[in-house]
């Protein structure tokens, strides 16, 4: 199989939850770019939806944008009806929410709220997207080190991701016999706006800076090439992995 065509997303259709901004929208521009007809779903931000497709419009694929808050029966029939009779090459869930607090000050709606959509809505979601699915499709999901590891303030992000990540080991092991693939990408502290809920944003960016390898956060560029790997055939061995992204910050003290 020649280089080109082993990473090459033409005739393919992605969706991408969460697809607008941040991480998510690099990886809408990117599968764009590989020529792949992608749909950036979102919940309420319909200004940077707007900016999107401004964007893709010189690309080689398409973008198409789809608002649907996947935590809502109404957001999950929206999408639904929006991919009815198409078929998928593959999902990229990035779609989360958070609440930064120690466990002593959190309360059970948020909880509920965290819950919702970082673990129920993508169980909501693939009963949606798997009948859509073609062989050798390919599914990633965003989780955070967070998912096996304590972090400040984090305690129901990354339990809900740790939820995440053995739900999609499961499913990896469900859908590989009908060639579907499934798999984690962890990356580590990346600048979006998801930031902007942080306390401290600035001095914990910076200590993450100086303790990884390599030097500097990773880009959003950076992950989206990753799930572009993960997507692509270049991967076609990958199932149930759990790639890690962050710079070299988790194999040092
Ligand atoms: N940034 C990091 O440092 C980092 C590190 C590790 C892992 N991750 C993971 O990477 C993924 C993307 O993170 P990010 O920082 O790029 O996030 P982000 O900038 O906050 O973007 C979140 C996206 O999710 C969409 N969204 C929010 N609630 C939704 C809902 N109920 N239904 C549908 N879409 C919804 C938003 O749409 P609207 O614009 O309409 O709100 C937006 O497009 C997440 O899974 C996150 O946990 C991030």
Redesign the pocket.
């Known amino acids: 199989m020649s280089m080109e065509y082993l990473f090459s997303l033409r005739d393919k259709k992605y969706l991408v ?9 690099a990886v809408t521009l990117r599968f764009a770019e590989a020529g792949a007809a992608v749909v950036a ?5 319909e200004e ?1 939806a707007l900016e999107l497709l401004r964007l893709a419009e010189p690309m080689e694929g398409t973008v198409d944008v789809c608002r ?4 809502t029966p109404k ?1 999950l029939a929206c999408l639904a009806e929006h991919f009815q009779g198409v078929s998928l090459s593959g999902l990229v869930h ?5 609440v930064h607090l120690p466990i002593s000050k959190l309360r059970a709606r948020q909880f509920d709220w965290v819950y919702s ?1 970082n673990i129920r ?1 993508f169980f909501e979601l693939i009963q949606i997207v798997i009948p859509l699915l073609s062989a050798g499709s390919s599914i990633v999901v ?4 967070g998912a096996v590891r304590a972090v400040q303030d984090y305690a129901l ?1 990354g339990s809900s ?1 740790g939820a995440l990540e053995s739900f999609s080991r499961h499913l990896a092991a469900e859908l590989a016999p009908e060639k579907i693939r499934v798999n984690i990408l ?10 902007d809920a942080v306390p401290d944003r600035e001095s914990r960016l910076e200590k993450t800076i100086t303790r990884t390898p390599l030097g500097r956060l990773v880009t ?1 560029e950076e992950v989206a090439a990753a799930a572009h790997f993960l997507c692509s055939d270049a991967s076609s061995g990958f199932i149930g992995h759990r790639l890690v992204l962050d710079g070299g910050a988790g194999i040092v003290e």
């Open positions: 939850t969460g697809g607008t901004r941040g991480i998510g929208r779903n979102y919940a309420h931000n940077a649907a808050d996947l935590t957001g990035c779609a989360a929410t958070g959509l809505a965003l989780s955070s080190s992000i991701k962890c990356p580590g502290s990346v600048k979006t706006e998801s930031w959003v």
